[in-house]
């Protein structure tokens, strides 16, 4: 078991950059796959983005490829959130989560530890 804390969320205008950070925690963090969720108010959770326990292989849903990129900094333990050109549409509250099931890491159902979420709101 592994705990995450989110960070960097906040309200920004159409085209611009927000940063989010997730901490991640725990005895055998290293060996979990983290991945970005996002929920918006009356929808449900969706993939954003997520990278492999190494470092090595990084997957994004098609909405926001291009626009966001994912990094790890496993000195840090942290995993970061890069998002570029965001749009309205970004508006969620925005999870990190953590799983050992390194196959389906765009499968919510796949995640057994989450963090508590925060807050990016774009304006238009």
């Known amino acids: ?5 989110e960070s ?13 950070s997730c901490a ?6 290293s060996r979990y796959a983290v991945g ?7 929808k ?6 997520a990278m492999s326990r190494d470092g090595d292989h990084e997957y994004y849903a098609d909405s926001v490829k291009g626009r966001f990129t994912i990094s790890r900094n496993s000195a ?19 999870y990190c ?9 765009k ?3 796949a995640y057994h530890d989450w963090g508590q979420g925060t807050q990016v709101t774009v304006s238009s």
């Open 44 to 49: 449900e959770r969706e993939f954003v983005a």
């Open 8 to 20: 960097g969320g906040g309200l920004v205008q159409s085209g611009d950059s927000l940063r989010l």
């Open 97 to 105: 989560a953590a799983t050992l099931d390194y196959l389906r890491v």
């Open 107 to 109: 499968l919510r159902r």
């Open 24 to 29: 991640v925690t725990g005895r055998t963090s």
């Open 36 to 42: 970005w969720f996002r929920q918006a108010p009356g």
């Open 76 to 94: 840090q333990r942290t995993v970061s959130l890069q998002m570029n050109t965001l749009k309205a549409e970004d508006t969620a509250v925005y």
């Open 1 to 5: 078991q592994v705990q995450l804390v």
